[in-house]
């Protein structure tokens, strides 16, 4: 697939979805970028903590627009505050968690369409102005549309890591 339009992009906000019932956009995906990769920001609380995942397929990089997130890699870990950026490589195993007093704004980019496909599909759409109401996701539509979508959902980040 090509872009059509090399400065082609969405005019207007897209509309939020509720995906891990937290706030996502997807602003930039397959069709945006002909494949070549996805653009979603979401807002996360405090406390919030992602499952270990792997991406077999793409990048996925990290920029924090607002809060903190402690990232989780290699039995390593590593703080990154609003400003800064974190890149997790494909194959290599990791997870984060909102560690900040403030909710985490975040922009992930990945090297590929697949996440942004990811979360199009294990998300719901939200009405403009409609608060998402915290509930339990669904784990196994996630974890089966993760494999659909060349990432795995390893379980939650070990211990090693809980530092």
Do not use: C
Request: net charge negative; no cysteine; charged share 20%.
């Amino acid at each position: 697939m090509t872009v059509q339009d090399p400065i082609a992009g969405s005019q207007a906000k897209p509309a939020m979805r509720d995906f891990l019932s937290l706030p996502t956009w997807i602003h930039a995906g397959r069709n945006e970028s002909g494949g070549s990769l996805s653009l979603v920001e979401q807002i996360i609380p405090p406390g919030f903590t992602s499952p270990w995942h792997v991406h077999h397929d793409e990048d996925e990089s990290f920029f924090v627009m607002a809060g903190e997130i402690t990232v989780y890699a290699s039995g390593r870990a590593r703080i990154v505050g609003a400003g800064q950026f974190a890149f997790g490589p494909r194959a290599l195993p990791y997870g984060f968690r909102v560690t900040g007093a403030e909710p985490a704004r975040l922009l992930l980019i990945t090297t590929g369409s697949g996440f942004a496909d990811f979360v199009q599909d294990a998300s719901d759409p939200i009405a403009d102005g409609v608060a998402i109401e915290p509930h339990e996701p669904d784990i196994a539509r996630v974890i089966a549309a993760a494999e659909r979508h060349g990432l795995a959902i390893l379980g939650p980040i070990p211990d090693l890591a809980a530092a």
